[in-house]
Every structure is written in structure tokens, then in C-alpha cells.
């Protein structure tokens, strides 16, 4: 069963910006935390960023300044805009249900220089 879907995926080319998008079927109520986590070719899957219901959020370093969590909770949906994309961005992108333990299928995101 598909918990967690996400679009927005393409190929950009550096300096420019995308948007992702995760729409999830798991209930709006109650508190939750949302993730994005990205993996490259070779490399582990790295956290980018979390967001909670009343929308705290936290980035790792790389992405700070540049990329920009959010929730819409009316339509249980995260997106995460991504401006001053850069080579190093490339990877697969996932979106994560941290309360619930659901993954989305991933998004490719290709930034060529």
C-alpha cells in the first residue's frame, strides 16, 4: 500500500530551482514530522530537512539558505522548494513520515553544470 507520494522531480540546470511535492494518505490529525532525505550514487541517504505539524524546521548545512520546507496540513501535502540547485543536489529524493515510518518511492533530481 503507497502511503506517501512524490513529484516534482526533473532535470534543472545549476542555479535553478524545483519543487517537490509529497502527498500522503495517513490521517491529519495529531502531531507528525515529515522528512525529506536525498541519496546520490554511492553515497548513504542523507537527511535535507524536517518539518512538524506547527511547522518547525530543520536543514542540514548543505541545503541551508537554499531550500525551503513546508506543509500544507489541510491537504497533507510537504513540499520542498529548491532554489540554486547545484551539481552536488543530484540524487534521488525521498520523502519520509517519521511518525508513521512510511517512505515515499523517491523523485530524481538531476542538476547539471
Known amino acids: 500500500q503507497v502511503h506517501l507520494v512524490e513529484s516534482g522531480g526533473g532535470l534543472v540546470q545549476a542555479g535553478g530551482s524545483l519543487r517537490l511535492s509529497c502527498a500522503s494518505s495517513g490521517s491529519k490529525s495529531g502531531f507528525d514530522i515529515r522528512a525529506w532525505y536525498r541519496q546520490a550514487p554511492g553515497k548513504e541517504r542523507e537527511l535535507v530537512a524536517t518539518?512538524?505539524?506547527?511547522?518547525?524546521?530543520t536543514y542540514a548545512n548543505s541545503v541551508k539558505g537554499r531550500f525551503t520546507i513546508s506543509r500544507d496540513n489541510a491537504e497533507n501535502t510537504v513540499y520542498l522548494q529548491m532554489n540554486s540547485l547545484k551539481p552536488e543536489d543530484t540524487a534521488m529524493y525521498y520523502c519520509?513520515?517519521?511518525?508513521?515510518?512510511?517512505w515515499g518511492q523517491g523523485t530524481q533530481v538531476t542538476v547539471s553544470s
Open positions: 519520509n513520515d517519521v511518525s508513521r515510518g512510511w
Open positions: 518539518i512538524t505539524t506547527d511547522g518547525r524546521t
